[in-house]
């Protein structure tokens, strides 16, 4: 009898220990299981924030980034420049009637660019977006900006990439010409984006009568002189430009010539 006691007794306690290490087992896994809840909470809110600080951060260079219009493409359309009638100096379609079509676009953008790098400026149809760059690659929407009580000047403003501009070159000018126009200390250079010193130019001097006369002609090169008139006080000044077009296995191609209006 105390023998089957002892072992409903034993049997009991084993049974009430087994429930004890259960529910203890229970309350770590409700206890782990709550941890990792709360860890993964922290996790998953430490990312989210990061992911919407990189976003914001993203979303916000993008915005600067299309403001100052950084790395466009540059484009020169003829057509266009010519259209508002504000540049009817350009149109020399007459007096240029020994050019072939070809020839004349060629050297009328090759002169419109000479004209507007003479005069301290680039030819640009995107002016909504020009900005500045100082030697330090800081930009600035203006040329003189005031930080600080400090008047900071950003000398340089935005062309287009260097390598867009310089193909645009190559689209005009002989490879000569265009090596000729990049070796001007006025372009700068920062990153892969061009920039050109903004400085004051001269008074734009336009002519009284001007003509065009062909000096040679053949089948690989045209050359030809402008010669100009103009009555200052009772006497007359007379500006001579020669100039050539040379063909290339690219098509025509001007060589680099001055700017029609230089000083007498």
């Known amino acids: 009898m105390k023998k089957r006691f002892w072992a409903v007794l034993a049997v009991l306690l084993c049974m009430t220990g087994c429930q004890g290490n259960v529910g203890a087992g229970q309350a770590d896994t409700a206890q782990v299981a709550a941890e990792s809840q709360q860890t993964t909470s922290e996790v998953t809110t430490e990312q989210t924030s990061k992911i919407i600080e990189t976003t914001t951060s993203t979303t916000a260079a993008e915005e600067v ?5 950084v790395s466009r493409e540059y484009e ?7 259209e508002n009638g504000k540049h009817d100096v ?3 379609r007459n007096e240029l009637d020994f050019l072939s079509d070809e020839q004349y676009d060629t050297y009328i953008k090759a002169l419109i660019f000479v004209d507007y790098l003479g005069n301290s400026s680039v030819v640009s149809t995107d002016s909504k977006s020009l900005h500045f760059i100082n030697e330090n690659g800081e930009i600035s ?3 003189i900006s005031n930080e600080s009580d400090t008047v900071q000047i950003y000398p340089y403003y935005y062309i287009s990439t260097y390598k867009s501009f310089y193909e ?9 010409a265009v090596d000729e126009i990049m070796s001007d200390e006025r372009f700068f250079t920062f990153g892969d984006e061009l920039y050109f010193k903004w400085q004051d130019s001269g008074g734009m001097v336009y002519f009284d009568d001007s003509e065009y006369n062909v000096i040679e002609e053949n089948d690989s090169e045209i050359a030809f002189e402008y010669t100009a008139h103009k009555l200052i006080n009772s006497e007359e000044w ?10 290339t296995d690219n098509g025509w191609r001007s060589e680099f010539f001055k700017n029609l209006y230089s000083e007498k």
């Open 76 to 82: 020169f359309d003829l057509d266009k420049f010519l």
């Open 141 to 143: 929407k203006s040329l």
């Open 90 to 92: 350009f149109l020399l």
């Open 238 to 247: 007379v500006c001579t430009r020669k100039t050539k077009l040379i063909h």
């Open 168 to 176: 645009y070159l190559q689209s005009v000018f002989t490879q000569d």
């Open 65 to 69: 980034s299309a403001d100052i219009a």
